[in-house]
């Protein structure tokens, strides 16, 4: 492996899609190449993920992260110029020692996980290769194009409307090839946006580019995604031309011990029999934090009952934490794991999660944050990863098209690499 030489570091303040300020990172290396990296923001986020730095104070409502970016310019910039590093995981943990709080916050995750991904392209760059192939190296995998999820409903923390659950996506399963992926998710997308026309529902945009209708429902979300699939030409089905995920992101109405849906109260049973009842009736093949992250007994619940009909993905109770996806493969309670580099906080760190999936035979599927940036190191994750699965939001907006159209040239520029699941179909990966 070709070490790393970088002779210069320089953050700035920039802003996201949601208009906040995140930490932007400008590498150069020691030949004089320069190389850039951005750190995404959720708004819906676990409460064991790696945290970020912000001002307070009175400016941007206190989201400011001038004090991330002086730790870049700093301390950061100062231990990482001293020396040539041999390898991501190294840096990496020179960073967190550095840092020396078990959460990131000192220096900030934000702060951190800009330079990691700066600092991992990088290392791509002087092993001569796109950054994609160089994390196929690191990671000892086979490239694949993924699965697009398309998340073109958007609710709970996501959209200003009463529908709790907060992703509606679409997987263009049956595709053959990800650039007809591309092309079925954005005509599902345009064929949705005419279908609210028509029952005279708004089509504005949430967080993440999806419609975001006054709806409350979830019956009534799947209900328009039918429709649409049906409009633009398509077959709905988990073995047919497109399959529904779902996010519902259960810590957003879970409260006192229950879960509100849509005005109705549920128990964690109560909620799993919702889910059951439309598994049931709509095709969904991946259900991703149904439950609260700390609802252990919902999480057992869900996994008894569904297990071997949809994908479980555990997002906010796992936190892309090597740790908390051994205990939950160790458990049963997932069948795959959601990846974000940024709530673990380091490129290094989210190849030790991904090797643990992999390890338990856990899926696992690559995901943007809400507040996002055009950086596009989650398409190249993807790709090198080999997963299969990736959701960056819908076919709107530029900083979620930047990631979908990465892939494209990804595609484009190496036409012999494989898409969709390891296995070949969604259903054969759902165990």
């Not at 840092?99 to 916050?105: H, L, R």
């Not at 109405?253 to 029999?273: H, I, K």
Request: proline share 4%; charged share 20%.
């Amino acid at each position: 492996m070709k070490s790393l030489e970088i002779t210069h570091l320089d953050a700035i303040q920039i802003l996201d899609s949601r208009g906040y300020p995140t930490v932007h990172v400008a590498l150069t290396a020691g030949d004089g190449a320069r190389v850039a990296a951005s750190a995404p923001a959720g708004a819906s986020t676990g409460a064991h993920e790696a945290a970020e730095l912000r001002d307070g104070g009175a400016e941007w409502n206190g989201r400011g992260v001038t004090k991330a970016v002086a730790a870049v310019n700093g301390p950061i910039a100062d231990l990482l110029t001293a020396s040539s590093w041999e390898s991501i995981g190294a840096l990496d943990r020179a960073m967190t020692e550095l840092d020396g709080m078990p959460d990131k916050s000192r220096l900030g995750a934000n702060a951190i996980v800009a330079v990691s991904m700066a600092a991992a392209r990088g290392f791509a760059h002087a092993a001569e290769l796109p950054l994609h192939a160089w994390i196929s190296g690191q990671l000892g995998t086979s490239q694949r194009l993924p699965i697009p999820h398309f998340n073109v409903l958007n609710g709970g923390a996501h959209a200003a409307n009463e529908l709790d659950f907060q992703e509606f996506m679409i997987a263009p399963v049956g595709a053959a090839s990800y650039s007809e992926a591309v092309r079925c998710g954005a005509e599902v997308y345009h064929a949705l946006a005419a279908e609210l026309r028509r029952r005279g529902l708004a089509t504005g945009l949430g967080d993440e580019g999806g419609f975001a209708p006054e709806i409350a429902r979830p019956e009534q979300a799947l209900d328009l995604l039918l429709a649409a699939i049906d409009a633009a030409g398509y077959r709905a089905g988990v073995d047919a031309d497109v399959a529904i995920a779902i996010d519902p992101a259960a810590n957003g109405f879970y409260v006192d011990g229950g879960y509100t849906v849509g005005g109705t109260r549920y128990t964690s049973d109560g909620l799993v029999d919702l889910y059951q009842a439309l598994v049931d009736d709509y095709p969904i093949w991946s259900i991703e934090d149904g439950v609260a992250e700390d609802d252990g007994a919902g999480w057992r619940t869900i996994s008894t009952r569904l297990k071997g009909r949809v994908q479980i993905v555990g997002d906010d109770n796992l936190v892309t934490s090597p740790a908390r996806i051994l205990a939950a493969a160790e458990d049963g309670t997932v069948t795959a794991a959601l990846i974000k580099v940024n709530q673990i906080g380091t490129v290094s760190e989210t190849f030790e999660a991904l090797t643990v999936a992999r390890e338990h035979r856990l899926g696992a599927m690559i995901s943007h944050r809400s507040g996002e940036t055009p950086d596009t190191f989650v398409a190249d994750l993807a790709v090198g990863s080999g997963v299969g699965q990736l959701k960056s939001g819908a076919p709107a907006r530029g900083e979620r098209i930047a990631k979908y159209n990465r892939l494209l040239e990804i595609e484009h520029d190496d036409a012999g690499l494989p898409y969709r699941l390891p296995d070949g179909r969604v259903a054969a990966a759902i165990r």
